[in-house]
């Protein structure tokens, strides 16, 4: 009898959303009818987005893609072949020779979307748990050592050296220390941990064990957002696995230490993506940022020592401790080292997730990479680093991805978000955006951020409207400078970067001629 073709399609949320639960289930159904034996095995996404559901054939010659696949194509495709990598119209070719992927550098992603995410089995198949029995044979200094001289920073957005922050937590004297996890991903145009936490679940587990290890904490938790049903279901089926196979539990790997790890769903607010403000509702209290000091790392969850970084920093670290601290930051340039999980949207003709090193320009991902504008009309703004990142000008697309460049030019690479707008665009309703969506998810903790926004969004429809325009202007560039000074956190304190940088870079959408007043229906 011969063995199973197996058939891979993608169990990614993006993927749902297009019809991949209908295509996997056509497929058996076809396969069945025509007495074709196949094993469907449901892996995370490439990131190909606009080419999903994008199903996968091993053969001979490799495994070979299709896509994007409709209910309507599969018999078709059966009739052409392709459980065989057969020609047809929908025939991608071989998956590794693919140039979107080939181009890049996938080191935090490189299982994404091809293991199955909740095989243990072909997780270890596929390098998995190396890191981890790499660091159960070294001493947490030394753990910490090693993640310090990658020049690994926090992928969250604040960019803080993930090395310093574990050797603080690593060096206070307590009883008892937490390993947390901010799976909160908020800003508008990510999508990387989500992809991650569904593509390679035991990753994200496998790279929070280390920092536990490697500080002498024995529990953790990951705090996701309510709004990704699919990561809660893969996370909570990957850790219980984890379990039974002693990766977590009282003795992690044999090795006499101990970790559990949790999930714990957040309620939908923004500001719960800022640490003080996570740890808050993770106590069971209301999501309000703490003033620092004391810093989580000193006094954190519960008042312990608290090691909070973001999924993709953590995920990170299993590869560098499997490959050495140099490999990872012979990736990258000046102070940006390693890979950077890129996420393209908006008007963009092939959106998706791109992991490469720093350095690469904005214009070779979204013109080259991207393919430009999804309307065909010219590039005018692109948002980088979620809803609280500047807009730059075509001009700016030059820029590498890097966060000291980036700060240079007053922008910010936040969590790699990229949003690109066309020429139709509005860019004094883009700053109204910005103050209205600080005034609805501010915790109202502090007055610059809570009255602030809201008065951002009246002044800005005064400029709009032609309202005694210049005095209007020069009262919200102080308001901008008052948030940006005085606001607690980076909430209030980012929100006037877009506000700013649409005016600056954007002058003209602030002082077009008002609408005309429609005339009142007759009675």
């Known amino acids: 009898m011969s063995a199973a073709i197996r058939i891979f399609v993608p169990i990614d949320a993006a993927a749902l959303s297009v019809g991949a639960e209908a295509v996997a289930q056509a497929i058996a159904r076809e396969a069945q009818a025509r007495g074709t034996a196949v094993e469907i095995i449901r892996n995370g996404s490439r990131g190909m987005l606009w080419l999903e559901p994008m199903v996968e054939v091993e053969t001979a010659q490799g495994r070979i893609a299709y896509g994007p696949v409709a209910v309507r194509d599969i018999a078709a495709l059966f009739e052409a072949g392709f459980q065989t990598g ?4 929908l025939r991608l070719g071989q998956v590794d020779a693919l140039d979107w992927l080939k181009r890049q550098q996938r080191l935090t992603f490189e299982r994404v979307g091809v293991t ?40 969250g957005g604040a960019g803080f050296p993930t090395g310093i922050k574990w050797k603080t937590v690593h060096d206070a004297r307590a009883e008892q220390k937490y390993i947390v996890c901010n799976a909160d991903e908020g800003d508008s145009g990510t999508f990387a941990d989500r992809m991650l936490m569904e593509g390679d679940p035991f990753l994200l587990i496998e790279g929070m064990t280390i920092a536990a290890i490697a500080v002498g904490a024995t529990k953790g938790y990951i705090y996701l957002r309510s709004e990704y049903p699919h990561a809660h279901k893969a996370l909570q089926r990957a850790i219980l696995k984890a379990r039974n196979a002693g990766m977590l539990g009282a003795s992690v790997l044999g090795s006499g230490k101990a ?73 990258g340039m000046g102070r940006s080292r390693g890979t950077l999980p890129v996420q393209l949207g908006g008007n963009i003709k092939r959106g998706g997730l791109i992991e490469l090193a720093f350095g690469i320009s904005l214009r070779e991902i979204i013109e080259d990479m991207g393919g430009g504008t999804l309307s065909g009309r010219p590039i005018r703004a692109v948002q ?34 990229i949003v690109v707008f066309d020429d139709s665009v509005d860019m004094a309703k883009q700053a109204r955006f910005a103050f209205e969506f600080c005034a609805k998810e501010s915790c109202g903790k502090c007055t610059p951020c809570r009255i602030g926004a809201t008065r951002g969004v009246e002044l800005v429809d005064k400029i709009i409207a032609g309202t005694e325009r210049p005095k ?24 006037p970067m877009p506000v700013m940088s649409a ?21």
């Open 86 to 89: 057969g020609a047809h119209e």
């Open 259 to 331: 970790f559990e790890l949790e999930v714990r769903l957040g309620a939908g607010a923004y500001i719960c993506g800022e640490e003080t403000s996570l740890l808050e509702s993770l106590e069971g209290n209301r999501a309000i940022v703490r003033a620092k000091p004391p810093i989580p790392a000193l006094q954190g969850l519960f008042g312990k020592p608290t090691i909070v970084n973001n999924v993709l920093s953590f995920a990170a670290v299993p590869w560098i401790l499997t490959h050495g601290a140099k490999a990872y930051a012979d990736y």
């Open 503 to 523: 005016l600056n870079h954007f002058f003209e959408d602030f002082d077009r001629p008002p609408a005309p007043k429609l005339p009142l229906a007759a009675e």
């Open 116 to 155: 199955d995410p909740l095989s243990l089995a072909d997780y270890r198949a596929h390098d998995g748990l190396k890191g981890l029995e790499k660091a159960l044979s070294l001493t947490g200094a030394e753990i910490v050592e090693e993640v310090r001289e990658s020049g690994l920073r926090g992928r």
């Open 472 to 495: 209007n202007l020069a009262v919200l560039r102080d308001l901008n400078k008052l948030m940006t000074d005085a606001s607690l956190c980076a909430m209030g304190g980012l929100t």
């Open 384 to 417: 980088v680093g979620g809803p609280l990142g500047a807009y730059l000008t075509e001009k700016q697309l030059d820029t590498p991805m890097d966060y000291e460049a980036l700060a240079g030019i007053r922008a910010m690479l936040g969590h790699g978000g």
